[in-house]
């Protein structure tokens, strides 16, 4: 099963930045698209952003212009630049990739552990 490790979340005042990194462990030939969901306590996990290879970012209304998804030249890492933070960003923030392709086969729905993010007031 493919790895996908997140980094970057912490605490953080109103306001502030932070920036989440999300990279697919293993050999990867390429990945689908890569995305952002996050999950609140007590709510359901909701879409943050996505971002295909080729393709234009797609933003939750919450996120935009706020959050900047990006992903690297090789596509098997995806990033979240989160500015101007709220309160109510906070939250597990959950890093997803589909059609992932690896030397032992094709995965979908890969899902990363995540990573807290926090906002104080």
């Known amino acids: 099963q493919v790895q996908l490790v997140e980094s970057g979340g912490g605490l953080v005042q109103v306001g502030g930045s932070l920036r989440l990194s999300c990279a697919a462990s293993?050999?990867?030939?390429?990945?689908?698209?890569m995305g952002w969901y996050r999950q609140a306590p007590g709510k359901q996990r909701e879409l943050v952003a996505t971002?295909?290879?080729?393709?234009?970012?797609n933003y939750a209304d919450s996120a935009k212009g706020r959050f900047t998804i990006s992903r690297d030249n090789a596509k098997t890492t995806v990033y979240l630049q989160m500015n101007s933070l709220k309160p109510e960003d906070t939250a597990v923030y959950y890093c997803?990739?589909?059609?992932?392709?690896?030397?032992?086969?094709?995965?979908?729905?890969?899902w990363g552990q995540g990573t807290q993010v926090t906002v104080s007031s």
């Open positions: 971002l295909a290879p080729g393709g234009t970012p």
């Open positions: 293993g050999t990867i030939f390429r990945i689908g698209v």
């Open positions: 997803y990739a589909d059609r992932v392709v690896t030397t032992v086969g094709t995965f979908n729905d890969a």
